[in-house]
């Protein structure tokens, strides 16, 4: 069964606008950490945020922010003022915090399109 | 920021013939990991390391070797490569406290097996 599901294949927003992506997560465990991963054309794969399970409050890094539903198991990813370098693919990823397997689960991705 | 460098970053093989790539990173974390991409499946893990000495399977270790002669270096290697092991290879490294961190990639290594 997959741990981390991304629904949304690809998505394509005009320049300026604002976006979610979504992501659904299934774990047992009552610690863990979500994070969003963006990989660029070039193919490389960059760190944009993470969520700590037992923070209420919404992470935010610049033009990302963090939609965090516990009881949802849900994880969306918002960006806020797109730009056309935004345009790549996006990785939503768990780690359980309670198991010594350290595995990152990740997505299989959304494809985000910025059309200027 | 931490560095992982890999190598080769593109290698054509032939079938049956042995590969390794090579991962190399500098910032002293103990853990280290290699993943496969392919379309439709996004990242599948294969081997890890906890630190120098030890190798552990991932979810899809079948047909690949892994080796960490020390804490910068973790090696994945396809004894007999087949053309199914054609994809695009990430080593990632990185480590764990109670504020969970994050994976830090390399740049990728593409191989293509004919």
């Known amino acids: 069964a997959q741990k981390v599901t991304q629904t949304q294949t690809s998505i394509s927003v005009m320049e300026k606008t604002t976006v979610t992506m979504d992501c659904v997560y299934e774990t047992q465990d009552s610690s863990y950490f979500l994070f969003w991963y963006k990989q660029t054309a070039s193919g490389e794969i960059v760190f944009l945020i993470r969520q700590d399970s037992y923070k209420k409050e919404n992470a935010t890094v610049g033009h990302y922010s963090l939609n965090f539903q516990k009881p949802k198991s849900s994880i969306g990813l918002i960006i806020t003022a797109t730009q056309i370098e935004d345009s790549a693919v996006y990785f939503c990823?768990?780690?359980?915090?309670?198991?010594?397997?350290?595995?990152?689960?990740f997505g299989k991705g959304t494809s985000l399109t910025v059309i200027p | 920021e931490a560095a992982v460098t890999q190598s080769p970053r593109n290698k054509v093989a032939v079938t049956g013939g042995k590969v390794t790539l090579s991962c190399n990173q500098t910032n002293n974390h103990n853990n280290m990991y290699w993943y496969r991409q392919d379309t439709g499946h996004g990242l599948r893990l294969i081997h890890y390391s906890y630190g120098a000495g030890s190798t552990e399977k991932g979810d899809i270790p079948d047909g690949y070797k892994a080796s960490r002669p020390s804490q910068e270096n973790f090696s994945l290697i396809l004894e007999l490569a087949t053309p199914s092991q054609t994809s695009v290879y990430f080593c990632?490294?990185?480590?764990?406290?109670?504020?969970?961190?994050?994976?830090?990639f390399g740049e990728g290594s593409r191989l293509i097996v004919v």
């Open positions: 990823a768990m780690r359980e915090g309670n198991t010594g397997y350290q595995n990152f689960y």
């Open positions: 990632a490294s990185g480590d764990w406290d109670s504020s969970g961190n994050t994976l830090y």
